[in-house]
């Protein structure tokens, strides 16, 4: 009877925790948190070979000790050592160490969270503004420009109609950092597919808006969000112009900007728009609601805040190469 309650008491628990956003995080976290983070992890292989000899050196050296310390004094005796003592010290050493760790941890989490000012439950993501954050987007494109003598295709669409892959997966090597992602793909399947699909679930924090939401990092498929989209007229579905085509000047060209709703997928080889259409108007480019414009990156490489006040004349021109 008292295992039926306990029993029924744990499930009523998990099924107030996952009724609710913060109880799913809380309980299940780690999952999703492991699910973006393994397929960016690299095997550094020296270091992994040194741990496997320290290892298998301190579980002989333990099984040494332990068999020398319970020597039998005659053959009688059955009181040999064990392995499976050696694997449970092992065992417990290594938990031990992992707890030290998690504790550690906690309490440092705990002091900062209590220091900080923003909601426990409505965190925000990467300090700063968006011109700061925007700037390494624009070498990016140079770079790409540069080794491939043309811009990324907004996206990469197959002869049979299948979307493969985004404008921002082909940059993502040229920012340095998210090569391993880059690195991973299978560019002849779809985005979405097999271990792309794992892939882009990651968050690329290049594609982040300063101080976001958790809400605005993912889709309703757990797939990472990007807050910007490529100018249609220079980049679009397996199309893609060259630098020295912008006949206008690089400074005086938008080849990406923030957006600010109806967002795509990073991976989602359809995330570009037309900037004429209007700052902050629907379908269009847009920033903070409070920030009275939105950010771009130019051809140059130079990053620009232009007002929604702007003239549709003066952004159409901006618009087109």
Same mark, same amino acid.
């Given at each position: 009877m008292k295992k039926a309650a306990a029993l029924g008491m744990l499930l009523l628990v998990g099924a107030v925790a996952w009724a609710t956003e913060t109880g799913r995080e809380l309980i299940f976290g780690w999952w999703s948190f492991a699910g973006r983070v393994a397929p960016r992890v690299r095997m550094d292989w020296p270091a992994s070979i040194v741990g496997a000899l320290a290892f298998g050196l301190l579980v002989c050296l333990i099984d040494r000790i332990g068999r020398k310390w319970r020597r039998p004094a005659s053959r009688a005796t059955t009181a040999y050592w064990r392995f499976v003592w050696t694997l449970a010290i092992v065992g417990s050493l290594i938990v031990l160490f992992a707890a030290g760790i998690s504790i550690t941890a906690i309490v440092h989490q705990t002091v900062w969270l209590a220091g900080s000012r923003q909601s426990f439950f409505e965190e925000r993501v990467r300090a700063g503004t968006m011109e700061e954050h925007a700037a390494p987007l624009g070498p990016a494109f140079k770079a790409f420009d540069d080794t491939h003598r043309r811009l990324p295709y907004g996206g990469t669409i197959g002869l049979d109609g299948k979307l493969l892959h985004s404008w921002e997966t082909h940059l993502l090597p040229y920012l340095g950092h998210e090569w391993a992602l880059w690195h991973k793909m299978d560019f002849h399947k779809e985005w979405y597919s097999d271990r792309n699909g794992v892939i882009c679930? =990651?968050? +690329? @924090? &290049?594609?982040? !808006?300063?101080? $976001?939401? +958790? =809400?605005? *990092? !993912? &889709?309703?498929? %757990?797939?990472? *969000? =990007?807050?910007?989209?490529?100018? =249609?007229?220079? @980049?679009? %579905?397996?199309?893609? *112009?060259k630098l020295s085509d912008l006949k206008d000047g690089g400074s005086n060209t938008i080849l990406i900007g923030e957006v600010n709703k109806d967002y795509f997928p990073w991976g989602h080889p359809a995330n570009w728009r037309d900037p004429s259409n209007g700052i902050n108007q629907p379908h269009g480019f847009g920033g903070v609601s409070t920030s %009275?414009?939105?950010?771009?990156? *130019? %051809? &140059?490489? $130079? +990053?620009?805040?232009? $007002?929604? !006040? +702007?003239?549709?004349?003066?952004l159409k021109s901006l618009s087109t190469p």
């Amino acid at each position: 009877m008292k295992k039926a309650a306990a029993l029924g008491m744990l499930l009523l628990v998990g099924a107030v925790a996952w009724a609710t956003e913060t109880g799913r995080e809380l309980i299940f976290g780690w999952w999703s948190f492991a699910g973006r983070v393994a397929p960016r992890v690299r095997m550094d292989w020296p270091a992994s070979i040194v741990g496997a000899l320290a290892f298998g050196l301190l579980v002989c050296l333990i099984d040494r000790i332990g068999r020398k310390w319970r020597r039998p004094a005659s053959r009688a005796t059955t009181a040999y050592w064990r392995f499976v003592w050696t694997l449970a010290i092992v065992g417990s050493l290594i938990v031990l160490f992992a707890a030290g760790i998690s504790i550690t941890a906690i309490v440092h989490q705990t002091v900062w969270l209590a220091g900080s000012r923003q909601s426990f439950f409505e965190e925000r993501v990467r300090a700063g503004t968006m011109e700061e954050h925007a700037a390494p987007l624009g070498p990016a494109f140079k770079a790409f420009d540069d080794t491939h003598r043309r811009l990324p295709y907004g996206g990469t669409i197959g002869l049979d109609g299948k979307l493969l892959h985004s404008w921002e997966t082909h940059l993502l090597p040229y920012l340095g950092h998210e090569w391993a992602l880059w690195h991973k793909m299978d560019f002849h399947k779809e985005w979405y597919s097999d271990r792309n699909g794992v892939i882009c679930k =990651s968050i +690329v @924090m &290049d594609f982040i !808006r300063p101080n $976001s939401r +958790v =809400s605005d *990092l !993912r &889709d309703a498929d %757990g797939f990472g *969000l =990007s807050h910007f989209a490529a100018n =249609s007229n220079i @980049m679009a %579905g397996n199309l893609a *112009l060259k630098l020295s085509d912008l006949k206008d000047g690089g400074s005086n060209t938008i080849l990406i900007g923030e957006v600010n709703k109806d967002y795509f997928p990073w991976g989602h080889p359809a995330n570009w728009r037309d900037p004429s259409n209007g700052i902050n108007q629907p379908h269009g480019f847009g920033g903070v609601s409070t920030s %009275g414009g939105a950010t771009f990156v *130019l %051809g &140059d490489g $130079s +990053v620009r805040f232009i $007002s929604e !006040r +702007v003239s549709p004349a003066v952004l159409k021109s901006l618009s087109t190469p």
